[in-house]
T-cell receptor
């Protein structure tokens, strides 16, 4: 009965490959997010969807493309992977956009690009 | 000025002591404030939220908020080795849809 789940947990791949990370939440929340946490542990938002609509699109290379087939799922596809993409990617969800913005995080996907 | 600043760590405290974590933020319109705990290799976990000026206590944790000073803090009383983690401060935005996380303060509780 995991609230926010992500797959895979670990992803090791070579430069230039394309990969996807999947996220699902069973909290009934309307809003989902993707965050990137680099080696310095700084947590930076990448995207946010509210009811399948893209709301936040931070300055992220267009090699990153989120997709939300329904409000319980938010996937992240990454094209032409680069060494600098190595990080931990967290999915999160919150009840809605209007606050108080309590967010619940998935376990993370550790991406290593070699 | 960074949107959210936390006291630089690491913060090392002996078991049983009080750990004091500070956070200042730049958005005067922020109304909600969250503290997350992140163990090494794990995801952030919400441990405290505070919306009004003053103190809010939850077990061994006390959050303090002063909106006029744009300051929020977290006290951990009777610190335990299990409290060793990185603590992230996250004020809610006033005119945006995303939380801004601080860089975090790493706490180590010495047995």
């Amino acid at each position: 009965d995991t609230a926010v789940s992500q797959t895979p947990k670990y992803l090791v791949t070579q430069m230039g490959n394309d990969k996807s990370i999947k996220c699902e939440q069973n909290l009934g929340h309307d809003t989902m997010y993707w965050y990137k946490q680099d080696s310095k542990k700084f947590l930076k938002i990448m995207f946010s969807y509210n009811n399948k609509e893209l709301i936040i699109n931070e300055t992220v290379p267009n090699r990153f493309s989120p997709k939300s087939p329904d409000k319980a799922h938010l996937n992240l596809h990454i094209n032409s992977l680069e060494l600098g993409d190595s990080a931990v990617y967290f999915c999160a969800s919150s009840q809605d956009l209007r606050g108080p913005y309590e967010q619940y995080f998935g376990p993370g996907t550790r991406l290593t690009v070699t | 000025q960074k949107e959210v600043e936390q006291n630089s760590g690491p913060l090392s405290v002996p078991e049983g002591a009080i750990a004091s974590l500070n956070c200042t933020y730049s958005d005067r319109g922020s109304q909600s404030f969250f503290w997350y705990r992140q163990y090494s290799g794990k995801s952030p976990e919400l441990i405290m939220s505070i919306y009004s000026n003053g103190d809010k206590e939850d077990g061994r944790f006390t959050a303090q908020l002063n909106k006029a000073s744009q300051y929020v803090s977290l006290l951990i009383r009777d610190s335990q080795p299990s409290d060793s983690a990185t603590y992230l401060c996250a004020p809610s935005p006033s005119n945006d849809y995303k939380l801004s996380f601080g860089a975090g303060t790493t706490v180590t509780v010495r047995a």
